[in-house]
């Protein structure tokens, strides 16, 4: 009859919690980002100037390296600084498969070959052991990607670079922030590469990246390879590309840059959270190295049953999100390069197994319980 519906399998009203919400952060800095702004619509002066040079010094100062160099994108960051190492035609470059594309894209955008070493089951990233099998006489890089915000195995990979004579260029694109025994991400190779792309832990309104080195020729290099490989205006003594990091974007990451300590503090009390409700259930939680400030740009859970609990927390409005599901080696435009399936058994396994899910730092309490109880009702680890 017609109150029954009143009970009827009345479910609660569904609890959204979406896997980034950068409307929460823009509230509570709304009036020091509006006045950034607008001091730089006010001047009129778009390209490079005072806030693009006052963050550069800024980012170099956070990441511990003498100078840094802003470009129009972390994909760029990682292009530029191949090029001012003298990565080109034929060279091998040796990264891992388990990453954002453009870590080897920029490889092959600049004619060299990525060389894919598997990585660690444990924290994603590039398995130290195995790079040196993979190296050879052309050999001229090596890139490490720190993985969710979580440094690879420095120490290891630079004594192997430093003993074989190769350059390392680190993709930080994930880990502004992060440290390895106390030192922080970008500040070990040649070069180090951070994207300011929105959903990184530090991110502008629109495109942005930098490169931090320790070395006035190699900054000096991008400076000019930034603007057409030119050192004075419409000489170009080399060929570069157009890719200045923007005056607003440099604007608002300044701004953005004095709380990213606190949002990563925020990031990892959630992920401590999550890791006492997942301890012996079926969710594998992140791995955090001993030595080790992992800043979280993503939290990683990793579960056997990946897809159906990925339909499963859509369903229910939780956010959450596969980084990634294919490993660069079985890419279709790198066919060419000849890896098939069960090359790269661990990337493989991990792109089957993970799954991204909310730890933004504005998160609430109830939201978090919600999602870490959605998971486990749904796994059976409740
Ligand atoms: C985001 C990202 C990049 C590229 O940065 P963009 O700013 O998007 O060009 C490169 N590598 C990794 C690992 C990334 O996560």
């Known amino acids: 009859m017609a109150g029954g519906g009143l009970t009827r399998n009345r479910k609660q009203t569904p609890m959204n919690v979406p896997l980034l919400d950068l409307k929460r952060q823009y509230q509570t800095i709304k009036d020091e980002i509006n006045e950034a702004i607008a001091e730089v619509v006010e001047s009129q002066g778009f390209r490079l100037g005072p806030k693009v040079a006052a963050f550069e010094g800024e980012i170099a100062g956070y990441s511990g390296a003498k100078r840094a160099v802003g470009v129009a994108s972390g994909t760029d960051a990682i292009l530029l600084a191949l090029m001012a190492v003298g990565v080109g035609r034929d060279d091998e470059v040796i990264t891992t498969p388990y990453t954002f594309f453009a870590t080897a894209g920029a490889v092959a955008r600049v004619g060299a070959v990525p060389v ?12 130290p052991s195995k790079i040196e099998a993979a190296i050879t006489e052309k050999t001229k890089a090596i890139m490490p990607v720190h993985l969710y915000g979580q440094c690879a195995d420095m120490d290891l990979i630079m004594e192997v670079a430093n003993r074989r004579g190769i350059a390392v260029v680190e993709d930080a694109a994930q880990a502004v922030g992060a440290e390895y025994k106390g030192r922080r991400a970008g500040s070990f190779g040649q070069a180090g590469c951070f994207s300011f792309f929105p959903s990184k832990n530090l991110g502008g309104y629109g495109d942005g990246g930098m490169i931090a080195t320790d070395s006035d020729e190699l900054a000096d290099l991008l400076v000019s390879l930034r603007e057409h490989g030119q050192t004075e205006a419409y000489h170009h003594w080399t060929i570069g590309t157009n890719s200045r990091l923007d005056a607003l974007q440099a604007a608002v990451l300044s ?14 009390a959630n992920a401590d959270y999550y890791g006492s409700r997942f301890e012996g259930t079926p969710v594998t939680a992140p791995w955090r190295e001993e030595w080790s400030r992992h800043i979280y740009n993503q ?3 990793r579960v056997q049953n990946r897809d159906a609990l990925l339909a499963h927390l859509r369903e229910e409005g939780i956010g959450c999100a596969i980084y990634y599901p294919m490993p660069l080696h079985l890419q279709e435009c790198f066919r060419t390069l000849g890896y098939a399936e069960g090359d790269m058994p661990e990337a493989e396994k991990a792109a089957r197994e993970t799954l991204s899910i909310p730890v933004f730092s504005l998160l609430t309490n109830e939201e978090m319980a919600h999602v870490a109880d959605t998971i486990l009702e749904f796994v059976g680890g409740a």
């Open 116 to 127: 894919f070493v598997d990585i660690d089951p444990k924290t994603y990233n590039i398995d």
């Open 255 to 268: 701004v953005k840059l004095r709380h990213l300590d606190a949002w990563s503090d925020g990031r990892s």
């Open 299 to 301: 939290y990683i859970i």
